[in-house]
Nanobody, 116 residues
Framework: QVQLVESGGGLVQPGGSLRLSCVASGSIVDYYVMAWYRQAPGKQRELAAAATIGDTINYADSVKGRFTISRDNAKNTVYLQMNNLKPEDTAVYYC??????????WGQGTQVTVSS
């Protein structure tokens, strides 16, 4: 199975933008869904955005219109462009690879903090 490494997190002011990247150690074509989850302190991990191999995309209602997920299968990379960030977007963001059959894979997470 692949290993996933996230990057691009950091501290940003409200209204700012960040772009997260998730680089896989191998091909992501075998993974039906590539997704970004997030977990805020004291809360359960939740889906932020997901993209299937067929380019079907889903977003959590809380991020619709602000976040954009994209997958570059040739570069084995998934991105999450986050615009108009809000304090409630503060969380650890995890990359996830989910095959149709088999075990899903998680990255180690990258911290996003939105604060003035």
């Amino acid at each position: 199975q692949v290993q996933l490494v996230e990057s691009g997190g950091g501290l940003v002011q409200p209204g700012g933008s960040l772009r997260l990247s998730c680089v896989a150690s191998g091909s992501i074509v075998d993974y039906y869904v590539m997704a970004w989850y997030r977990q805020a302190p004291g809360k359960q991990r939740e889906l932020a955005a997901a993209a299937t191999i067929g380019d079907t995309i889903n977003y959590a209602d809380s991020v619709k219109g602000r976040f954009t997920i994209s997958r570059d299968n040739a570069k084995n990379t998934v991105y999450l462009q986050m615009n108009n960030l809000k304090p409630e977007d503060t969380a650890v963001y995890y990359c996830n690879a989910h095959p149709l059959i088999g075990v899903q894979v998680w990255g180690q997470g990258t911290q996003v903090t939105v604060s003035s």
